[in-house]
């Protein structure tokens, strides 16, 4: 193993995919409840309720028990994070450290924020994917949560790379610039996907403007695809470079389906800012799904039996200013899980055709130019800042 960034596949792990925050909260809780040497949790997006507080429940009583608990919390997604619930974590024994705090003086440097979703249990029990702690994601008062996401729980070698992940951005946030963690050792280049495989996992991730295996992976698995392409994202602003490999994928005979949010979405403008990128790719022959039951917050890939799931958008924003994370993995039983959902979930979407598009209303025209517009030029404003 050359030095460099890059986490390598790792075999013998096991996966288990657990959809909406009925299934997976309790299983974290759970997770923790049974936490015996060390609880270390990554989150972007906490506000105070009925979810967060049986989160800090668990986490206090772990550190009270003598467990080392420690929390890396983004600074701006953990606005709605209470003084009461931050003092009572702070008074049980529990470490926490801020991702970038906001501060005037940094101007652009404040929208460096920490995306990632990441419970890691005693060095041996992972949970990764897309939730953060809100009533959104899971009301334990509620059978169904108003919010569709999953999580992928985990055990196996591969959890050690998702420990050294977390220490290494928790160092790195005792520096000025925590968005550019030293480097650590590892393969120098992308390793090739295994052909084919039981338990195979690898930790891809991403560092703001610094390293971006994770979106090099998902190209490069695209381009590659021989029968299907099943991505879903909530917020559908793509870099060039996956749009090319989509449209491309389809005039193939690859069968390409989006799987978007639809009306219910917290961030109407996103929506209509990416619907600008449907007419080439629905003449490329892409499928565009719009999800209709709530809001869709799920990140997932699935192309061929290759899935990719956690925090990432895959979109210009997320890959220019975010620390994001996902896992990329093998496995049999976790590529029938992953289509299992995202076969219910295209059924319960509305699907858009090139008819309707030409069709749509003229106030749907207009928020489409408007927020596609300043989305290029903001973009074009940050590109001369680099």
Not at 210 to 228: E, F, T, Y
Not at 333 to 358: G, K, M
Request: aromatic share 10%.
């Amino acid at each position: 193993m050359s030095a460099g960034p890059i986490f390598p596949w790792r075999r013998g792990n096991r996966f288990e995919l657990l959809i909406d925050g009925p299934l997976f909260f309790p299983r974290m809780l759970a997770a923790i409840d049974a936490a015996q040497h060390q609880v270390d949790l990554e989150q972007y997006l906490i506000e105070s309720g009925a979810c967060t507080t049986r989160l800090v429940d668990a986490l206090c009583a772990a550190a009270e028990r003598g467990v080392p608990v420690r929390c890396l919390f983004d600074d701006f997604g953990c606005q709605k994070l209470l003084a009461d619930d931050r003092q009572r974590l702070l008074t049980a024994g529990v470490v926490i450290r801020w991702y970038n705090p906001l501060r005037w003086r940094r101007g652009v440097r404040n929208l460096y924020r920490d995306h990632r979703k990441l419970l890691v249990v005693d060095g041996e029990v992972g949970f990764v994917g897309g939730t953060g702690s809100t009533d959104q994601f899971w009301d334990p008062a509620a059978a169904v949560s108003p919010w569709h996401e999953v999580m992928v729980a985990m055990a196996g070698p591969l959890v050690a790379d998702w420990q050294h992940l977390f220490d290494r951005q928790w160092q790195a946030c005792h520096g000025r610039f925590a968005w550019r963690p030293r480097p650590s050792p590892g393969l120098a280049r992308l390793p090739l996907a295994p052909a084919v495989g039981t338990g195979l996992g690898r930790v891809a991730y991403a560092d703001a403007q610094q390293h971006r295996d994770i979106l090099q992976s998902l190209v490069r698995a695209i381009r590659g695809a021989q029968q299907r392409i099943w991505l879903a994202t909530p917020y559908f602003l793509p870099t060039w470079k996956v749009r090319r490999a989509l449209r491309k994928a389809a005039s193939r005979g690859v069968e390409v389906r989006l799987l978007l949010s639809g009306q219910h979405t917290d961030n109407p403008p996103v929506r209509f800012a990416g619907q600008r990128y449907y007419p080439r790719l629905l003449k490329a022959g892409v499928q565009i799904f719009e999800y209709q039951p709530r809001f869709m917050h799920l990140k997932m890939v699935l192309i061929d039996d290759w899935v990719s799931v956690g925090s990432c958008n895959f979109d210009h924003w997320n890959l220019r200013f975010n620390l994001d994370a996902n896992l990329e993995a093998l496995d049999p039983e976790l590529t029938a899980a992953v289509a299992e959902s995202l076969h219910a979930d295209f059924a319960q979407s509305e699907a858009v055709t090139l008819a309707q598009w030409r069709a749509r209303p003229l106030w749907r025209r207009v928020q489409q130019r408007l927020w596609g517009w300043l989305d290029r030029l903001v973009v074009n404003v940050l590109d001369r800042r680099r």
